[in-house]
């Protein structure tokens, strides 16, 4: 498939038994789950079923209330700099008074990258995420995806080991969103980064993943691990028509509608 | 703002009115007429006295700002970033804010005398709270998404403030400030017109005790310009500096 297969096998995120609630509700219940090293794992369940709160914790920024989880290994304690997060709303998760440089340049502080190296840096992952001409615009001047891929070229300055991705697509439109899908594919494949991907949408999910956890609410736990052997790399209108695509949406659909019940 | 010419009826109607009237009415105490007031005006102008007066009044208003709004900014950011810290002050903070910055003066004259101190220190008092409950409000109300970005990227206390908390902050900030200055400015002068025997409120006492009511209404005029300018220069800048994020989150 890629170069990271070559490091498959070796979990880099592992649940173990989490439990979450917010004072006496249960968010999520005994969570196992394993997410193998330049793995792309989906999310996708009902809405109320703790996949944004799974995502969370996987990020450090929520502990469980019960149960671990270990990234590499070690018990993930609180936010590192080599997992990075792409939010939804990009619009809130920009800096509006600085540009697009600026806001991938606040990652390169925040890991003391000297000041000399960071403009070569920049320009790199401006180009990497499209953007290579747009160094000096407000995020306020640049349409919804380009500052999502922004948001992407800001996480990449941190060099993540994985990317969590909480609805990254979710606000765009559907032109864009499949280019985005590509793009994110094609960063996923040349970075060999880990990806937790969080989304509603089912088609979405079985395009991009290797793997898809269907969640079940109140509490959220799991409901259907589908294993996706797509060829690799996908393509918008191929994929989508080959029969195992048709089957596994198939499969899905009838999981959350039986989920939602 | 453009203004209508029309508007200017009414106000040259009543200056008419009161040349007039205060003609009419002979000589006075307590009321002069316009030319006369204009006639003062330019004689205090001329012979410097109005200008050491603002001079003097503006040093202590500056510099009580200055001192009042680096306090109210200092302490704004800290309670507003550090809710913990800001529940333990609460109650302290409710409590001294209400005393009427004014009625310090007694206690600050027995401290500091007569002069710029005295007054610099009751008008950094009455500067502070304005300047520390916008910023604290303003830190309060940052965008939660940009907290979370910078935890993150674990970026440390110190520079979570620097580059996310103060410049998402920094417009309501600044009105803070221009709404202190407006503060600073009028304590000034109540200072001097209270005890403070210099710069414009000293000026308008001496002219209104010495029986010169042109001279005191052109002091008054004066005192209104000055407080016209500050607040329009502050606008003026706001406009400069935060035009661009006053239009953040609007879609073009």
């Not at chain 2, 005006?41 to 109005?50: E, K, N, P, T």
């Not at chain 2, 620097?162 to 309501?172: G, Q, T």
């Amino acid at each position: 498939m890629n170069d990271c297969s070559a490091r498959a096998g070796e979990a880099l995120i592992r649940f173990s038994k989490v439990d979450l609630a917010f004072s006496n509700r249960k968010i999520l219940e005994g969570l196992d789950l394993e997410i193998m090293r330049g793995e792309i794992v989906c999310l996708v369940g009902p809405s109320g079923c703790g996949k944004t709160t799974a995502l969370r914790v996987a990020t450090g920024l929520l502990a469980p209330t019960a149960g671990a989880v270990a990234f590499g290994g070690a018990p993930i304690l609180g936010p590192r700099r080599d997992v990075a997060i792409v939010f939804q709303d990009y619009g809130k998760a920009l800096l509006p008074w600085r540009t697009a440089a600026g806001n991938v340049s606040l990652a390169l502080e925040a890991a003391g990258t000297p000041r000399a190296g960071r403009a070569a840096r920049i320009a790199a992952l401006l180009a990497k995420v499209g953007l290579p001409h747009h160094a000096d615009k407000y995020p306020s001047q640049m349409s919804g995806g380009m500052q999502q891929r922004l948001q992407i070229a800001r996480c990449l300055a941190q060099e993540p080991a994985a990317l969590m991705m909480d609805e990254p697509f979710g606000a765009l439109d559907a032109m864009t969103r499949q280019e985005l899908q590509d793009e994110m594919l094609q960063i996923a494949t040349t970075t060999g980064a880990t990806i937790l991907f969080v989304t509603h949408d089912l088609e979405e999910a079985i395009y991009v993943g290797d793997r898809v956890i269907g969640l079940l609410p109140q509490p959220g736990r799991i409901g259907i691990e589908l294993k996706i052997g797509l060829p690799r790399p996908r393509d918008q209108i191929a994929t989508r028509e080959d029969p195992e695509f048709l089957k596994l949406r198939r499969e899905l659909y009838d999981f959350i509608k039986s989920a939602e019940r | 703002m453009k203004w209508d010419g029309r508007a200017l009826v009414v106000p040259a109607a009543l200056l008419i009115l009161a040349e007039i009237g205060a003609r009419a009415g002979g000589p006075s105490d307590s009321v002069a007429p316009p030319s006369q007031v204009l006639t003062a005006f330019v004689g205090a102008l001329g012979d410097g006295s109005l200008l050491i007066a603002t001079r003097d009044t503006l040093a202590s208003a500056f510099g009580g700002l200055a001192i009042g709004g680096a306090i109210g900014l200092a302490l704004g950011v800290l309670f507003g970033a550090l809710r913990p810290l800001d529940r333990l002050m609460e109650v302290t903070i409710e409590l001294v804010r209400p005393i009427p910055s004014v009625a310090l003066i007694p206690v600050a004259l027995v401290a500091l005398g007569f002069g710029y101190r005295l007054e610099i220190a009751i008008v950094a008092f009455a500067c502070t709270w304005p300047v520390l409950l916008l910023t604290r409000a303003a830190v309060g109300g940052v965008e939660p998404r940009l907290i979370e970005v910078a935890h993150a990227l674990r970026l440390g206390f110190v520079a979570r403030i620097a580059k996310i908390i103060v410049p998402a902050a920094l417009p309501r900030i600044f009105v803070a400030f221009r709404l202190a200055a407006g503060v600073s400015l009028i304590v000034a002068v109540t200072v001097e017109i209270a005890v403070n025997p210099l710069g414009l409120g000293a000026g308008i006492m001496t002219a209104g005790q010495a029986l010169r009511p042109e001279l005191m209404l052109a002091y008054l005029l004066w005192i209104g310009i000055v407080g016209f300018a500050l607040n329009a220069v502050l606008v003026f800048a706001q406009q400069r500096l935060f035009g661009r994020a006053a239009l953040v989150g609007e879609v073009r």
